[in-house]
C-alpha cells in the first residue's frame, strides 16, 4: 500500500499570500498525483492531475509540480475562495489520499 | 449537466445493514466507471471502491477494509449505483461520496454525500 503524506497539516495565510503545500508518497508514483479542494460540508472538488495539468476551469493561481515521490501545490497568489482543506491523491496503483492540508486565515 | 445524488444514509447497529443509492444523470452510465469514498467526521478521504462499466466488464475493486462486507453493483437502466454495506463497524461512520472516474483514475464529479451512523 503506499502511503501519502502532507505538510504542514495546518496552513495560516492572507490574502494575497503565496502558498506551498508538499505532499509525499512512501514510493514512487511517477506524475500519478492529483489535487483535490475541500470545503466544509462539500464534496471534494479535482483541481489538478498528472501532478501538473490543471483541471479545466480551476483558476491560474494553483500550480502543481514534482514527480516520483514529492510534489507540491502551489497558489500563487492566494485568494478569499481558497480557504480550504486540500488533498494530494495517488492513482498509480489503486488509490491513497493524503491526510490533508487545511489552508486558515491567519 | 452531471448529477450524482446519494441517497440511503441513516443510523444502523453495530453488525448491521444498510444499502446506498446514487443516482446519476447528465452522462452516459452505463460506460462511465464509478468509485465510492468515504470521509469519517472531521477525517480524511478514504476510496472505497470501483466497478468499471459495461465494456469494461463492470470489474469490481476493493479496498482492503471493506473487502468481504461491502458490495458495490450498478443498474444501468436505472443510471444508479450501489453501495451494500454488510456487518458494519462504528469505523464505517463517515459520509459517503460516489463518483464518476474519469480515464479510469481522476475522480472528476462527486455527489453530495450521505451519512451513515454506525452506533449502538
Known amino acids: 500500500d503506499i502511503q501519502m503524506t502532507q505538510s504542514p497539516s495546518t496552513l495560516s495565510a492572507s490574502v494575497g499570500d503565496r502558498v506551498t503545500i508538499t505532499c509525499r508518497a512512501s514510493?514512487?508514483?511517477?506524475?500519478?498525483l492529483a489535487w483535490y479542494q475541500q470545503k466544509p460540508g462539500k464534496a471534494p472538488k479535482l483541481l489538478i492531475y498528472?501532478?501538473?495539468t490543471l483541471e479545466s476551469g480551476v483558476p491560474s493561481r494553483f500550480s502543481g509540480s514534482g514527480a516520483g515521490t514529492e510534489f507540491t501545490l502551489t497558489i500563487s497568489s492566494l485568494q478569499p475562495d481558497d480557504f480550504a482543506t486540500y488533498y494530494c491523491?495517488?492513482?498509480?496503483?489503486?488509490?491513497?489520499f493524503g491526510p490533508g492540508t487545511k489552508v486558515e486565515m491567519k | 449537466e452531471v448529477q450524482l445524488v446519494e441517497s440511503g444514509g441513516g443510523l444502523v447497529k453495530p453488525g448491521g445493514s444498510l444499502r446506498l443509492s446514487c443516482a446519476a444523470s447528465?452522462?452516459?452510465?452505463?460506460?462511465?466507471?464509478m468509485n465510492w469514498v468515504r470521509q469519517a467526521p472531521g477525517k480524511g478521504l478514504e476510496w472505497v471502491g470501483r466497478i468499471k462499466g459495461k465494456t469494461d466488464g463492470e470489474t469490481i475493486d476493493y479496498a482492503e477494509p471493506v473487502k468481504g462486507r461491502f458490495t458495490i453493483s450498478r443498474d444501468d437502466s436505472k443510471t444508479t449505483l450501489y453501495l451494500q454495506m454488510n456487518s458494519l463497524e462504528t469505523e464505517d461512520t463517515a459520509v459517503y461520496y460516489c463518483?464518476?472516474?474519469?480515464?479510469?483514475?481522476?475522480?472528476?464529479?462527486w455527489g453530495q454525500g450521505a451519512l451513515v451512523t454506525v452506533s449502538s
Open positions: 463518483t464518476t472516474v474519469r480515464w479510469t483514475t481522476l475522480f472528476d464529479y
Open positions: 514510493q514512487s508514483i511517477n506524475s500519478w
Open positions: 491523491q495517488q492513482y498509480t496503483n489503486y488509490f491513497n
Open positions: 447528465g452522462f452516459t452510465f452505463s460506460n462511465t466507471w
Open positions: 498528472k501532478a501538473s
